[in-house]
């Protein structure tokens, strides 16, 4: 999927999941939207007693909040894809097959994987 395939909601939570990394000056940000088209954010949990990453943040946010599946994801990192545990948080909230959209720290789109 290129960048001008994404619909304005897909967009909408690529460029919340850049504010969160820019905002907090962490390593990732990420943004999940839910079943009700709620959006949750977060940044990298970095703690001596607690490491979450921006992504499994966010589930975790949608699943606390009662959200029960994911109509998308997105990752702001300047890795190069996002790890299959973090892939794996967004398969047991929403099931096979959800976008998972994957930006540089500019918010251009690098790719669209399925979690």
């Given amino acids: 999927m290129s960048e001008s395939e994404l619909g304005a909601e897909d967009r909408k939570i690529v460029?919340?999941?850049r504010s969160a990394r820019a905002r907090n000056g962490v390593a990732e940000g990420a943004a999940v939207r839910d079943?009700?088209?709620r959006t949750y954010v977060a940044g990298t949990v970095a703690l001596p007693s607690l490491g979450l990453s921006a992504l499994r943040t966010a589930v975790a946010m949608a699943v606390a909040s009662g959200a029960t599946s994911l109509e998308a994801?997105?990752?702001?990192?300047?890795?190069?894809?996002?790890?299959?545990?973090?892939?794996?948080?967004v398969r047991d909230l929403?099931?096979?097959?959800?976008?998972?959209?994957?930006?540089?720290?500019?918010?251009?789109?690098?790719r669209t994987v399925t979690a």
């Fill in 15 to 17: 460029t919340l999941a």
């Fill in 35 to 37: 079943e009700n088209g």
């Fill in 73 to 89: 994801a997105a990752v702001v990192t300047e890795a190069g894809g996002a790890p299959d545990e973090d892939l794996a948080a």
């Fill in 94 to 110: 929403a099931g096979a097959g959800t976008p998972v959209h994957l930006a540089g720290p500019d918010g251009a789109l690098r």
